[in-house]
């Protein structure tokens, strides 16, 4: 399995972890796909009700760009049979969140995750670490 397959992988499991607390409880976005749109007759859509591969592209693309921040920190990592220290993960996962923030500062950051790293509740440290823990155990499972 390649790089792109292993990303789309990825993706599609922060999505379904994500849905995991928030199913039957409507989270209704809008589509800006418009192949999508017509084919469902609607251009909006239940993300939190929805799995991944039946998302319109615009809903699957925060997931992609998260698989792909988390790809590209531990893939060579994965495949060389490098050891993931707590520590090597705590400073991978400020990445994460660092990434996140340049793409969700407006649309998706509420106030107590527009702040640097350290000075997250260990909640929300939880799910850039997770990030990490995924990728790994992924990339191992298709190396």
Do not use: C
Request: no cysteine; hydrophobic share 35%; proline share 1%.
């Amino acid at each position: 399995m390649g790089k792109s397959e292993i990303i789309q992988k990825i993706a599609s499991v922060f999505h379904e972890k994500w849905r995991e607390n928030r199913l039957y409880k409507s989270m209704i976005e809008k589509s800006d796909d418009k192949e999508w749109n017509i084919e469902h007759w609607t251009g909006v859509v239940d993300i939190a009700n929805t799995k991944f591969e039946d998302l319109p592209s615009n809903r699957k693309y925060e997931n992609f760009e998260a698989a792909k921040v988390v790809v590209n920190l531990v893939y060579d990592s994965v495949l060389a049979w490098n050891e993931f220290t707590q520590e090597k993960i705590e400073k991978m996962s400020e990445i994460v969140h660092e990434k996140w923030l340049e793409r969700n500062w407006i649309e998706w950051s509420f106030e107590n995750q527009r702040v640097d790293y350290q000075d997250l509740s260990e909640e929300e440290k939880k799910k850039d670490r997770l990030q990490i823990e995924i990728a790994i155990q992924i990339i191992k499972s298709e190396r």
